[in-house]
């Protein structure tokens, strides 16, 4: 849509005047993402394990 509209093509890019703003998004979203797989990463890893003992189904992934 933006060949349809007047001006520079960069003002339909949602840049918000930065050219690298796409580029901050995506390293804040892998930090976020880092930050929270460190500290919920392990009780995540344990649920399902903890399920096979609580229903007695040793087909789920064991460690």
Request: proline share 8%; glycine share 12%; with cysteine.
């Amino acid at each position: 849509m933006t060949g349809l509209q007047p001006g520079s093509p960069r003002q339909g890019l949602a840049t918000q005047g930065d050219a690298w703003d796409t580029q901050w998004d995506m390293f804040r979203a892998l930090i976020g993402a880092t930050v929270s797989v460190l500290p919920l990463g392990r009780p995540h890893d344990q649920v399902p394990s903890a399920l096979a003992e609580r229903q007695g189904d040793h087909c789920v992934a064991s460690r």
